[in-house]
């Protein structure tokens, strides 16, 4: 059904805003577009108020661009930041109370799956690290031991940004930010262990530094949720405004990280393994012919 | 588990034929989401909630409900019956004191999200020193969300409150949770008749896409007020979206007043309506006022009950057309606060005819002789005691 719901019904073209009469016709609903094409078709989310050179906010551009399924996905999160962008897409958006997104989420497609068995309905959650590993902690821990099947995605900027900069547990050690005013007294939380040993199917720690890997990443984190389990994926998305990095060098910054802390890591177990090595050959095939 | 098959809500509800049988209240609570045709219920363990959502677990065991997990916490629990009622599920849960306070931000932000769902509450103590005892107090904190709050007296109203309280809940008018309320223990572990409509016949189902606020399914476009928060509007916006959209949720919360007639008979049952000296009380209480009702009739006094049904949408009209030549009233409570009486008195213009009490609180039973010896005041009477020590 999901196309049948963004398409505009015959005889109201005229009066729909040009922008979703431009995103049905442009956009990327019903099709599989390359992420770099990006710049030729109408995305998902343009305008949004998050700051200039802000790292997340392009993360969650690419994001979108890279969407499986975006006319049947609905996407979760919560307060920080990242909703910011996030509720301004042309995707469905749940934004619930503090740090609920992966409890909300279990219900929504266990009510998904009960109402549609035959259809595919993505739920993915993109929420901070104060939203996952602080507040809804529990949640995000409980939402992978039960094995639910949608996919968490931690936009890690490493401070409480939409609050004023406060520390996080996953700030790193000795940093002094607000709440931490004599510097934080303990080690980044290591998510990525954290999630394969709650029992995600698939496990990615990026720094979005090349668009594609960035998009075949979400791709499969989505893909293997949608058959197999829960899937995480930690993204490093920098606070250029409480880390002070001046707008032209967010990317560099990335790079930096990429080398230090947040080298590009993927694990997956063997079921999920052999199921994208079929789909990637079978998509090698395809494009053969 | 019998085939069941699909009737009207008017026809399970208010006509089907009706066999009595002796349940307790947890049971009573069962009884009802099996005939419901509920899809998701989400339980948590706390006391004396547990029974009731074993006996649900039961249910889905026998395919009465289609999903069913054990939650990690209550603020959790409540989180995913948001996610499945947005997800256009039909679904049930239950919880008792400390663990209705730690899902409470979720629970009281279900009105504002228009998610119709049916929460049972078994009363318990909060705040210390802990107990597991049915004190009620914890109801208080529920009158001011939005949430539909009715008070069940026994195992019989636990049925029917919850069986209606479904239908209330998705009426397309209303839109909101219900909340079935009972004392702890006194009504959940006590058995009582119940009539009970037959096994074989549940309501329709769910249907999401009748709402004023339609399901987040990828199927019809979302509500714009689902996904994008007020707060990142300008000041002015905010105040306006929030303060619109929570007029119209009490809007629905009285709105929901006719339906609590038609399937409940209305939000209040009155006792010898031409009473001079009310007793008005809900849930427990007003099963001990019933009795020292009758105690009073028997001494020839000339007392009357009433006792509400509803607490949310609350009776103000029906309280000040019943009690307009009351002389006095006396309304008894399981809870320090006096929560009820604070109601009634801001309820009618002469306050001052409203007797404190009797209170008894830490979830100790409710003497029928302490509403007794209020009646006897009202009436001037003047009794001697016998204390044995």
Request: aromatic residues 10%; proline residues 6%; neutral net charge.
């Amino acid at each position: 059904m999901g196309l049948e719901y963004v398409r505009i019904s015959p005889g109201f073209e005229k009066y729909m805003p040009r922008d979703y009469v431009d995103l049905v016709k442009y956009g990327p609903f019903g099709k599989q577009l390359d992420v770099m094409q990006m710049g030729q078709f109408k995305e998902l989310v343009e305008e949004h108020p998050m700051c200039a050179g802000c790292y997340m906010a392009y993360f969650i551009r690419v994001f979108y661009a890279a969407l499986p399924n975006p006319e049947d996905t609905i996407v979760l999160g919560t307060a920080g930041c990242a909703r910011l962008a996030l509720s301004q897409a042309a995707v469905p958006f749940v934004y619930g109370n503090y740090g609920d997104t992966n409890a909300v989420a279990s219900g929504l497609k266990r009510a998904l799956s009960i109402r549609f068995p035959d259809k595919v309905k993505d739920v993915v959650v993109i929420a901070g690290d104060g939203g996952l590993i602080d507040i809804g902690f529990g949640m995000t821990m409980h939402s992978w031991f039960r094995r639910e099947k949608f996919t968490t995605i931690m936009v890690d900027n490493e401070v409480y940004g939409n609050t004023g900069g406060q520390e996080s547990g996953m700030s790193p050690k000795g940093l002094q930010l607000k709440m931490a005013p004599l510097g934080k007294k303990f080690d980044k939380i290591n998510a990525v262990e954290l999630a394969k040993t709650a029992g995600c199917v698939y496990v990615a720690r990026i720094s979005p530094t090349n668009p594609k890997r960035i998009a075949k990443t979400i791709r499969r984190a989505i893909l293997a949720a949608r058959h197999f389990g829960p899937t995480f994926i930690h993204a490093y998305t920098s606070c250029n405004i409480e880390y002070s990095i001046p707008t032209r060098e967010v990317l560099a910054d990335a790079r930096k990280r990429e080398k230090q802390d947040f080298k590009f890591y993927e694990w997956m177990t063997d079921e999920v393994k052999e199921f994208f090595e079929e789909l990637e050959r079978k998509e090698k095939q395809e494009v053969k012919k | 588990m019998p085939e069941q098959r699909v009737v009207e809500p008017e026809y399970l509800i208010l006509e089907a034929p009706r066999e009595r049988k002796f349940i307790t209240g947890s049971q009573a609570f069962a009884e009802a989401v099996k005939r419901a045709n509920v899809d998701i219920a989400i339980a948590y363990p706390i006391t004396p909630q547990s029974e009731t959502m074993h006996l649900v677990g039961d249910l889905y065991a026998q395919g009465y409900i289609k999903d069913y997990y054990r939650a990690e916490e209550e603020y959790g629990a409540m989180s995913a019956i948001a996610g499945a009622v947005r997800g256009g599920a039909r679904a049930f849960t239950a919880t008792s004191g400390p663990g209705l306070l730690r899902g409470l931000e979720a629970i009281v932000s279900w009105p504002g999200h228009r998610i119709p769902a049916v929460l049972g509450i078994m009363t318990r103590v909060v705040n210390a020193p802990l107990s597991i005892q049915p004190d009620n107090v914890e109801i208080a904190y529920l009158l001011n969300s939005g949430l539909i709050v009715f008070h069940a007296e026994n195992q019989q109203d636990v049925f029917d409150f919850t069986l209606a309280g479904f239908v209330i809940s998705e009426k397309v008018d209303v839109y909101l949770p219900v909340v079935v309320a009972t004392e702890g223990f006194f009504v959940t572990h006590a058995k009582g008749y119940v009539d009970l409509p037959p096994e074989d016949m549940k309501l329709p189902p769910r249907d999401p896409y009748k709402a004023p606020v339609p399901p987040t399914d990828c199927e019809i476009p979302p509500a714009r007020i689902q996904r994008d928060a007020p707060v990142q509007k300008s000041n002015f916006m905010s105040y306006l979206i929030h303060a619109v959209w929570q007029q119209e949720i009490w809007s629905a919360n009285r709105r929901a007043v006719k339906w609590i007639k038609h399937y409940l008979g209305g939000l209040i049952e009155v006792v010898n309506p031409d009473a001079e000296v009310f007793i008005v009380a809900s849930g427990c209480a007003a099963a001990q006022g019933r009795e020292a009702q009758r105690y009073a009739t028997m001494e020839g006094l000339n007392v009357g009950l009433v006792k509400i049904k509803s607490l949310r949408p609350f009776p103000t009209n029906e309280l000040r057309e019943v009690l307009k030549n009351a002389k006095t009233v006396i309304v008894p409570e399981h809870n320090i606060v006096g929560w009820l009486a604070k109601e009634v008195k801001a309820a009618i213009p002469n306050s001052g005819i409203v007797v404190d009490g009797p209170r008894v609180y830490g979830g100790m039973t409710l003497p029928v002789e302490l509403i007794m010896d209020e009646i006897y005041k009202a009436f001037g009477i003047k009794k001697e005691r016998k204390t044995v020590v």
